[in-house]
């Protein structure tokens, strides 16, 4: 069983500039979906991209997975729902595309994030204070 630490979902609607030339959307504009989810999440727990700077850390994607079931096509409004799922060596983020209209699923993926120190580029091999704290676990 996947433990939930936050969670989040955001709303979209495919627009013409997402589609590919088979007019469902481009493969590589579900990561733009993913990161603007991402974004959401991270808004949410109040450490978000410029919070993670100002904390003295940047956070970069590692790793990225995506695996689509079914298309996104122009106008369909769907959710993202994004769960982070693991924070204590690094974030895993747990991404879900479901139809606004149906519920289907049609695309799930996750991301990984490890934190670097800003000042020396060192990779760090826990997550920093800052985050558990933000997540409201205890060390």
Known sequence: MTVIYATSKKEIKAQFYDLDPMNVVWHGNYVRFFEDARCELLNEIGYNYEEMLDSGYTWPVIDLHI???????????VIIQTDLVEYEFRLKIIYTIYDKKTGDRLCKGHTEQVAVDYET????????????EKLGVKE
Do not use: D, N
């Not at 580029?121 to 558990?132: F, K």
């Open 67 to 77: 695996r689509y079931a079914r298309p996104i096509t122009f106008g369909q409004e």
């Open 121 to 132: 580029r060192e990779m760090l091999l826990v997550s920093p204070a800052i985050l558990l």
